[in-house]
């Protein structure tokens, strides 16, 4: 940024456009904080029910003012140039998305690798998905209308609306009424490792919190085993493997 500009009024065209995009990061952040006190304060939970309160009436207020300044409409309180789009446009944006979701996480924990070390860097990580799991489950359920206990099948449901399922490949083997086996088949992370030539990433302290919070979140009577995941040995056809039962 310029060093002569004292004011914002100063600034140039290309360093307001900066600053804007710094404003919306802090909007980001003092969201995530709001969420992460109330969280501390009263409970998941709770928390859970007030973010939906809150993040209902934030994004409305908010794509309503931006609608006015860019020049878009609103439709539905979805912008109407999302809904101009086709769907394949739509489709390639929601996987972009996803990945960006990944390489943001990717980049935290690179981050905390650099500046504290992996041992730092994986409890950060675990410690991450017991709070992101059960809050996209939450999402996932709200967005699918699912019950309050869905069962394996609404299990199977979720699993399919997760941000993974748009950059990995994954499937499901039935064992009957009372349980399945889901096996990621395809793994983004550590196919770029085999890539480059380098061991499989050991994400099975991770999985076991991401996969037994997010099936518990579904539905409480869901146990998760695992079947085998990094560090791990386990077939070509996947890397890590879940057995969901009731």
């Avoid at 290309?14 to 501390?40: K, Q």
């Avoid at 019950?147 to 941000?163: C, H, I, S, T, V």
């Avoid at 490949?169 to 793994?187: A, L, R, V, Y």
Wanted: aromatic letters at 12%; a negative charge.
């Amino acid at each position: 940024m310029s060093e002569k500009a004292d004011r914002v009024e100063d600034l140039s065209r290309e360093d307001t456009a900066r600053l804007i995009m710094d404003m919306f990061h802090r909007i980001i952040i003092h969201y995530a904080l709001w969420f992460t006190e109330v969280r501390h304060q009263v409970g998941m939970e709770k928390a859970l029910d007030t973010l939906k309160i809150a993040s209902d009436r934030s994004i409305g207020i908010q794509m309503k003012r931006l609608s006015k300044v860019l020049g878009f409409q609103m439709q539905d309180g979805i912008p109407s140039s999302l809904l101009d789009m086709s769907k394949e446009s739509l489709t390639e944006l929601l996987n972009t998305v996803a990945v960006n979701w990944l390489a943001n996480d990717g980049v935290w924990f690179q981050a905390v690798e650099f500046e504290s070390g992996m041992n730092d860097a994986k409890r950060c990580n675990d410690s991450c998905w017991a709070h992101f799991s059960p809050f996209e489950a939450w999402s996932i359920k709200k967005y699918l209308a699912l019950p309050q206990n869905p069962g394996l099948e609404g299990l199977k449901k979720a699993l399919g609306f997760r941000l993974y399922a748009r950059i990995n490949t994954q499937s499901f083997i039935d064992e009957g009424p009372d349980s399945f086996i889901f096996q990621m088949n395809e793994c983004r992370v550590q196919y770029a490792r085999k890539r480059k030539g380098l061991d499989d990433y050991p994400c099975k302290s991770g999985g076991m919190v991401e996969y037994t919070y997010f099936a518990r979140s579904i539905d409480p009577r869901i146990k998760t085993e695992c079947i085998g995941c990094p560090p791990d040995d386990h077939p070509d056809e996947w890397y890590c493997a879940w057995r969901f039962k009731i």
